[in-house]
């Protein structure tokens, strides 16, 4: 599926379009529309810890979410070899509005977020 990308993913702030692909129920990926060869490796980060944070009004604004509003969230993995050491940033989390087709990144505060951090290894949530 395609979504237009309202404000920016940091540090890919020309991307306007990105087509999301589901691997399977922990993995999928994210491909600029535009410049198929940036890619990123996304993870629902449900299936790995219990994720909740307040949605930043800015971002609720930017993708039009309201408390009736079909929200995905997705965190970005950085992969490693062997992918258990892969590390998955969960202060910058993906928000996609599966209503409008819309996404944006959020960044949270990591004084009111303690126990989410930018680099947490796969590995650290095997059970």
Same mark, same amino acid.
């Given at each position: 599926?395609?979504?237009?990308?309202?404000?920016?993913?940091?540090?890919?702030?020309?991307?306007?379009?990105v087509?999301?692909?589901?691997?399977?129920?922990?993995?999928?990926?994210? +491909? &600029?529309?535009?410049?198929?060869?940036?890619?990123?490796? *996304? =993870?629902?980060?449900?299936?790995?810890? #219990?994720? !909740?944070?307040?949605?930043?009004?800015d971002?609720k604004?930017?993708?039009? +979410? &309201?408390?009736?509003?079909?929200?995905?969230?997705?965190? *970005? =993995?950085?992969?490693?070899k062997?992918? #258990?050491? !892969?590390?998955?940033?969960?202060l910058?989390?993906?928000i996609?509005n599966?209503?409008?087709?819309?996404?944006?990144?959020?960044?949270?505060?990591?004084k009111?977020?303690p126990?989410?951090?930018?680099?947490?290894?796969?590995i650290?949530?095997k059970?």
């Amino acid at each position: 599926m395609s979504y237009e990308v309202k404000g920016h993913i940091l540090g890919f702030e020309n991307m306007t379009h990105v087509d999301l692909i589901e691997v399977d129920d922990l993995f999928s990926t994210m +491909i &600029d529309s535009n410049n198929k060869d940036i890619s990123f490796t *996304i =993870v629902n980060p449900y299936k790995l810890r #219990e994720y !909740s944070f307040d949605l930043p009004s800015d971002v609720k604004v930017l993708l039009d +979410i &309201d408390k009736d509003s079909n929200v995905h969230v997705y965190n *970005i =993995v950085m992969i490693q070899k062997p992918l #258990e050491n !892969s590390t998955i940033n969960f202060l910058a989390p993906l928000i996609v509005n599966l209503d409008n087709n819309t996404i944006a990144q959020a960044v949270l505060k990591q004084k009111r977020h303690p126990n989410f951090g930018y680099n947490e290894t796969i590995i650290s949530f095997k059970k």
